[in-house]
């Protein structure tokens, strides 16, 4: 429902074609960036841009990059950013990273053009089924099918996005309805109320109450409960009830560095998190999920919780999680108090491996800065360091389709105005490694650590799962990247990004700082051991 009593001026010049509508709906309803690769079906939303000035476009050169750059931007605005597809085939190549948005819970609004209606019937080349292909991201899909409505379903689009939690919306606007004119240009553009988190379920904060002072308990955060003062709170409901403090293994965004309580993060491999599981009789969920296995494997259960293991899931996601932190605060008696910390260790030196990369990272990180985290393996040090750096934000891949993290990073970028840090591995880069064109294009403030281990080190840790590897292996070729070897500053300096080499840690840090005090982008690779040091 649009609440038409807060619709904005609309200051509609006349006629207004409905390109212009919608775009003017967007802007009113503050969606006002828009991540896109146009065609033809599009060109009068993109002619529409000289008119609505509110809304800035910026040119993605793949569909997973705008997609992908509308999460990060979402993640750290809270707000959704739209995205510009070319029909179906626009839009399947923007999927995976909506999946990733998807499980990030982020309000997000495709607009997908498609056909003339009148040239559905012809079966021209374009023509697909974009509705099944949005139906797979579970959120709000709808069709425009008269030009009068673009602008109520634009701001439905918005009303639909905001949840709670965030969901994505796709808004499919054939081109005749964008190119045609508004039967009576409006004075008003209508505007979506966005609607408050819901509250959280009170009897299943009276068992997480009860659990909490007599069992074994662990408190599991997520979601919309990882900002500072909720992690500050929850660890302080946790150590007064002896309680274990756990975080999800891959938080959308999360607040971290000195000041912040770090929880233990439950880790990627199941029998690990079988292990840090054990022993409990009672986990208390808040903004996360029961924990589940990111794989199946033989013998291994898929719920990581043990069966006699009592699951206390304090909402479903888009409640309070602050109000429910609150009444178990108040249950226990207990308030946030801000973490300490040791002090920042130093920046270690010689051979870069996955130990020193993390404690170099950290040694410089600047404040305030926002990280988008692809760094898969050789990132596995990153987490523990981190929690000794200055203030920071920190974001992982949600949904597992690697390719996120330099998208997830210009969108970061676009939204905050902060410092952004990508961690890239070496395969995942390959995915969307348009996303520096734009970064240098807008000229961003974001420095991409590329991380070249020259392998898909997590396929092979996997494989080892699977048995004995025989000489020579058919299967170990697609596991290894390192023949040809990937000149990964090459690929950042053909698309307008400077770049630079280091093998050592002390290198790394210097070109760290130097990125960081010097405005726009910058390329980073750090040579690292094959496979896991
Ligand atoms: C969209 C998608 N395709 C394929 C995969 C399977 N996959 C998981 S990890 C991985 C390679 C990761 O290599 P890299 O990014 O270099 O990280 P590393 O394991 O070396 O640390 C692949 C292909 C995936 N998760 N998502
Ligand atoms: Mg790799």
Redesign the pocket.
């Known amino acids: 429902m649009t609440d038409p009593s807060s619709s904005r001026d609309a200051s509609a010049a006349t006629p207004v074609n409905v390109a212009h509508a919608l775009l003017a709906t967007l802007a009113a309803n503050g969606v006002t960036t828009c991540f896109a690769n146009p065609g033809t079906s599009e060109m009068y939303v993109v002619a529409g841009l000289d008119d609505v000035r509110d809304v800035r476009a910026i040119l993605c050169l793949f569909e997973g990059v705008a997609t992908g750059a509308a999460d990060g931007y979402a993640r750290v605005t809270r707000n959704p950013a739209a995205t510009l597809l070319h029909l179906g085939p626009g839009l399947a190549n923007g999927w995976?990273n909506l999946h990733n948005a998807r499980r990030a819970r982020v309000p997000l609004i495709n607009i997908v053009g498609d056909h003339a209606s009148a040239h559905a019937a012809f079966d021209a080349p374009l023509q697909s089924d974009i509705r099944s292909l949005a139906s797979g991201l579970e959120g709000w899909i709808r069709s425009s099918t008269a030009s009068d409505d673009v602008a109520a379903d634009v701001a439905d689009a918005v009303r639909a996005a905001y949840g709670p939690p965030g969901q994505i919306a796709t808004l499919i606007v054939p081109a005749d309805v964008s190119w045609n004119q508004l039967s009576t240009p409006p004075t008003t553009w209508p505007v979506a109320t966005r609607p408050s988190p819901v509250a959280p379920d009170e009897r299943a904060l009276g068992r997480a109450i009860d659990a909490m002072k007599t069992k074994r308990t662990a408190l599991l955060v997520g979601g919309a409960a990882l900002d500072a003062e909720q992690l500050n709170l929850a660890d302080a409901i946790a150590v007064a009830t002896s309680s274990k403090f756990l975080v999800e293994t891959f938080p959308a965004i999360m607040e971290r560095g000195v000041g912040v309580a770090a929880p233990e993060r439950l880790i990627y491999v199941p029998e690990f998190a079988i292990a840090q599981l054990q022993d409990l009789d009672a986990l208390v969920v808040l903004g996360a999920r029961d924990p589940v296995s990111f794989f199946a494997y033989p013998n291994v259960p898929s719920a990581l919780r043990a069966p006699a293991c009592e699951l206390i899931d304090l909402g479903a996601p888009g409640i309070d999680t602050l109000a429910a932190l609150t009444v178990l605060a108040d249950a226990f008696g207990v308030t946030s108090v801000a973490a300490l910390h040791d002090d920042v260790p130093d920046v270690p030196t010689g051979e870069l491996t996955t130990a020193s990369l993390a404690a170099a990272l950290a040694a410089t990180l600047p404040e305030g800065c926002v990280v988008s985290d692809e760094s898969?393996?050789?990132g596995v040090h990153f987490y523990g360091a981190a929690r000794f750096a200055p203030r920071h934000s920190w974001m992982t891949l949600t949904g597992?389709?690697?390719?996120v993290g330099l998208p997830l990073a210009l969108g970061a970028a676009v939204g905050s105005g902060q410092r952004v840090l990508a961690l890239e591995?070496?395969?995942?880069m390959m995915y969307t490694l348009q996303a520096l064109w734009t970064m240098a294009r807008e000229s961003l403030d974001v420095t991409v650590v590329g991380?070249s281990?020259r392998?898909?080190?997590?396929?092979n840790f996997e494989r080892q799962r699977v048995g004995s590897i025989p000489e020579p292996s058919v299967g170990q070729r697609l596991l290894d990247i390192d023949d040809p070897t990937i000149d990964m500053c090459a690929l950042a300096s053909a698309q307008g990004v400077p770049s630079v080499r280091v093998t050592t840690s002390e290198d790394l840090a210097d070109a760290l700082r130097r990125s960081y005090a010097t405005p726009g982008p910058m390329f980073i690779e750090a040579v690292l051991p094959k496979r896991m040091a």
């Open positions: 995976a898969n393996t050789s597992g389709a690697i390719g591995s070496d395969g995942s991380l281990n392998s898909y080190a997590v396929l």
